[in-house]
């Protein structure tokens, strides 16, 4: 079974664990988007693992591990992560790179900053990691792939057109000789791993090998249906694995949907459940609420079920994997969002302007809190009572079951919920 496992809000609702957990059961993972502005975090007794390139399966040895062409690369990023993961004694043999990724370079970084200056108050609150200034040269034409890396007359034939085009236009302070001694050298230590990943990604399913498709931020940073500008720069959505591996359609099987049992968002935008005061501050501190990337604090809010059935509309999810109920086991209640009130009417559906969202005000429906430590629970059934309420009720409301259910960062605390 071909499976892809998606973000339903706005990233960060833990993903990493979701795919590490998956991962015992299938033969390859595949990073379909996104680059190292994904923080993908998996806890294995008591170590923590942080990802930010490479596919969260690859704790698990013997599996094939794969970033796609629709992910942008950081080579000196990825080359750390790899390392890092080297030194301790994790098997990486598995990693495979697209040679059509695309790759960020220092100049993008430079882009992102200045941008971002310029916006002022108006600013997206991006990661900084040069993402979306190389899916802008990736659409511009101009973008340079993980492939150019291994020919140097390419390799230089491209960065010349890149430093008119934009080095010298925002006045960068770089050297381009430096840059391509430093890229084909990068290309080099990343030679082994280079191949066309879409063969091997179709020869895996003609073999009925297992694959997982791993979503990194969420649908509502997708860049044509999240919440735009405020969104990030690539495909973040179900739809996005058959054009960042090259596969068609028909090879997916199954679509799983991870959300939080509560809501958070890092980055500016609107974000209607937001709390402000006493209850946010205990969900940003129980949940440990920290961008794993950026170290910035998340804002956070009550569950948006208007949200949970937009990611259902645009992705067609078929399971819910909801995380980190125990991060709300202090609380004496617990609000759920089931609608929005715009101009005076209550609205089911999510809206597609950035500016009617922000005049819209969640309509909520308050629930018991089970003030229960649930962080050792070990089956669906031992959940108090007034979880297993709450939890129905976002089954109800997104007319979704949920499937599996994160009860703590640790392996063991994932838990399968229907058989
Ligand atoms: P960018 O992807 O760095 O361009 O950032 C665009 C927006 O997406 C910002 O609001 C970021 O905070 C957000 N973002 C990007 N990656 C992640 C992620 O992995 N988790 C949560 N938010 C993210």
Redesign the pocket.
């Known amino acids: 079974m071909n499976i892809v496992v998606v973000g339903t809000q ?3 609702e833990g993903k990493g664990r979701v795919i590490d957990f998956l991962s015992r059961e299938v033969d390859a993972i595949v990073r379909f988007q ?1 680059g190292s ?3 993908h975090t998996v806890v294995v007794d008591g170590e923590i693992f942080v990802f930010h390139l490479v596919p969260s399966g690859i704790l698990h040895p013997g599996k094939s591990c794969i970033i796609g062409n629709g992910v942008v690369v950081d080579p000196g990023e990825l080359l750390a992560e790899l390392e890092s993961l080297r030194a301790r004694n994790i098997d990486i043999k598995g990693l495979r790179l697209s040679s059509s990724a695309h790759i960020v370079m220092p100049y993008h970084k430079e882009i992102e900053k200045i941008e971002e200056k310029q916006r002022g108050k108006k600013k ?6 040069g ?2 200034p190389a899916y802008t040269d990736k659409i511009a034409r101009r973008g340079i792939r993980v492939g150019d890396l291994l020919n140097e007359k390419v390799l230089a034939e491209k960065l010349d057109v890149n430093f008119v085009l934009l080095a010298n236009y925002y006045r960068l302070n770089l050297c381009k000789k430096d840059i391509l001694s430093r890229y084909l050298e990068y290309g080099d230590k990343l030679r082994e791993y280079i191949t066309d990943t879409s063969i091997l990604v179709n020869q895996l399913i003609k073999k009925n090998k297992e694959i997982l498709f791993e979503g ?3 649908t509502l ?1 997708d860049i044509d249906h999240g919440t735009y500008p ?4 690539s495909c973040t959505s179900a739809g996005g694995v058959c054009i960042g591996v090259g596969i068609g359609p028909t090879r997916i099987d199954k679509v799983l949907g991870v959300a939080k049992v509560y809501t958070t968002r ?4 609107p974000f209607p459940t937001e709390i402000e005061g006493r209850e946010g501050e205990i969900l940003k501190e129980r949940g440990k609420e920290y ?1 794993a ?1 950026t170290g910035r604090p998340r804002r956070c809010g009550w569950f948006d079920g208007v949200i949970l059935r937009y990611a259902d509309r645009i992705n067609g999810l078929d399971e819910l994997v909801l995380t980190k109920l125990d991060v709300l086991d202090k609380l004496d209640r617990i609000k759920i969002c089931t609608a929005y009130k715009y101009k005076d009417k209550a609205i089911e559906d999510f809206p597609f302007q950035v500016v009617s969202l922000r005049e819209c005000e969640p309509i909520y429906e308050e629930m018991e809190g089970w003030e229960e430590d649930t962080s050792q629970v070990s089956r669906y059934e031992d959940l108090p009572e007034k979880a297993q309420a709450y939890l129905r009720r976002i089954e109800e409301i997104g007319e979704l079951p949920i499937g599996y259910l994160s009860l703590s960062p640790e392996r063991a605390g994932l838990i399968k919920c229907k058989e």
């Open positions: 706005w990233g960060d996104g502005n994904a923080g997206i609150g991006t990661t900084k990691k993402v979306g990194a931020q969420g940073l405020f969104v990030t720069s890092v980055g500016e935008g961008g990337t």
